[in-house]
Every structure is written in structure tokens, then in C-alpha cells.
């Protein structure tokens, strides 16, 4: 599993965290380096959730990912890679279009 963190809106949310934000995501991003796919499905502690009715322009799933209690992240899943969408520290707005 690839990890790519080039989308726009990712960095956009990228800058904008916090300190104890940044160190939750890349402890998770170092969690996830050394997983593979099946491993993150089966993880209860990244919970990953399809969002329904939500799709990339390439008409891939979209899910999230919980990186803390309240910060969730969207990923979608194409091919060998794990792209981050965008980062979403106040949860709920993960779940909004």
C-alpha cells in the first residue's frame, strides 16, 4: 500500500492543524506505512467507514478513517494506493459534501 498525500485539499487541511493535531496524523500515517490493505479494513482503531453516496471524480469510494477520538480523515482507495482526500479535525464535517 502506497500512501499519497499530494491532494490539494489535503494540503490545504495540512496547514492548518495544530501541533497535537500534526503528531496525531503522522503517528497514524506511520501506523498505516506498515499495513497493508486487508490490515486497515480489519483495524478497529482506524475504523475505516464507507461514506455512502460519496465517490471521487473517478467514481472511487470515499472513506474515513479515524486519526483521534474527534479528528477523522477521508481517504479513497485506487489501486495500490491510500490517497488522503482531507482532514477533518471536528469530525462531523468529514460526513458533509
Known sequence: ????????????????????????????????????????????????????NMKTWKGNPLYSIRITRSFRAVISIDSDYLRFISLHPDHDSAYKK
Open 1 to 52: 500500500m502506497r500512501i499519497d498525500l499530494n491532494f490539494p485539499d489535503f494540503q490545504k487541511d495540512l496547514f492548518k492543524l495544530e501541533k497535537n493535531e500534526i503528531y496525531a496524523l503522522i503517528m497514524t500515517l506511520r501506523t498505516l506505512s506498515r499495513m497493508d490493505f486487508d490490515q486497515l479494513r480489519r483495524s478497529p482503531g482506524l475504523n475505516l467507514e464507507h461514506m455512502k
